[in-house]
């Protein structure tokens, strides 16, 4: 799986990157990960990407053509493209292979099946991540790319949601967890779990793990986690 990732703070992910399943995932070469800044495909010396929204308002609005250009050199990096390019179909079609996803608040909510299809099509992922006021709306005119939210309520910038969406859909990719019953979603999963000790003290208050999880009733210990999921 490849992420192709647009923003213009890609250090924001090193942390989050360089850390447990997510870092062993790109070590064992399980999932990729690409940063495209537009400032980089900005030709003004300054670098500057931004500008007045028309209409006025309050912020700036990231100019529309970076972002194209970003968007254009991470089609061109997909395997999607690669394979289109060799068989010499025309550029117009190169999009159909490749996911594009623009984060927006107002976009269709994402989850887990969402994640689960999109693993399930797609092999090269593109997230554009916004900032600001947000982007030119025009890159949407450009390509083919879905509205997406990963919930009711607004952040400083896309590249939180980016990392949500980048880790939920690689827990799907076969390998990453290492074990395919460690996916919560594909098993009865209580919200509530429990280890040793069975039995610890707080402040004089003594705290127990369920006695149904120590009777060795797996129809019981089945019926629980159903009731507690």
Known sequence: MNFHIITLFPDAFSSYLSESILKRAIL???????FYDPKDFEKDKKKRVDDRPYAGGPGMVIRALPV???????????KAYKVYKVRKVESRKQ????????????????DTIYAKQTAKK???????????EGIDARVKKVFKMEN??????????GELPAMIILDCISRQVPGVLGDINSLEESRTASSDVYTRPEVFEYKSKK?????????GDHKKIEEWRKRSA
């Open 68 to 78: 194209i250009k970003a968007i254009e050199r991470a089609i061109a990096q997909s």
């Open 148 to 157: 997406i939210s990963v919930g009711p309520f607004v952040v400083t910038g």
């Open 207 to 215: 705290y127990r793990v369920p006695k149904v999880l120590l009777s």
């Open 95 to 110: 999009n159909s292979r490749v996911k594009i996803i623009w984060l927006s608040p107002g976009g269709k909510q994402f």
């Open 122 to 132: 797609f092999k090269d992922i593109i997230i554009v991540c916004g900032r600001y």
């Open 28 to 34: 064992d070469k399980k999932i990729k990960i690409k």
